[in-house]
Nanobody
Framework: QVQLVESGGGLVQPGGSLRLSCAAS????????MGWYRQAPGKQRDLVAT???????NYADSVKGRFTISRDNAKNTMYLQMDNLKPEDTAVYYC???????????????WGQGTQVTVSS
């Protein structure tokens, strides 16, 4: 059973930094595109950043220049380095990955359980 597990969330003051991690485990052949999404209370889930298997990245305008997405394919892990955090970055952050699991009939979208990021003084 494929699982994505996020870690690294927490409470940070404005201007501070956090690093999120998302580790994939279980039986699978390949991990393709990966990404981070976030959902603030009462709002829809929005894309933060994505990264292809080859390392090509894409960012939401609101985080460009402040957040950096990366991945370590050998460790089946994705990261989100968040710098110069703002109160409006407060949300639950979810990782997402397109994975071909042993029990899947093709690539399938998987989601982590989410990790809370709170930016407040």
């Amino acid at each position: 059973q494929v699982q994505l597990v996020e870690s690294g969330g927490g409470l940070v003051q404005p201007g501070g930094s956090l690093r999120l991690s998302c580790a994939a485990s279980g039986g699978f052949f390949s991990i393709y595109d990966m990404g981070w999404y976030r959902q603030a209370p009462g709002k829809q889930r929005d894309l933060v950043a994505t990264i292809t298997e080859g390392g090509r990245t894409n960012y939401a305008d609101s985080v460009k220049g402040r957040f950096t997405i990366s991945r370590d394919n050998a460790k089946n892990t994705m990261y989100l380095q968040m710098d110069n955090l703002k109160p409006e970055d407060t949300a639950v952050y979810y990782c997402n990955a397109l994975i071909s699991g042993y029990s899947d009939y093709g690539p399938k979208d998987y989601w982590g359980q989410g990790t809370q990021v709170t930016v407040s003084s």
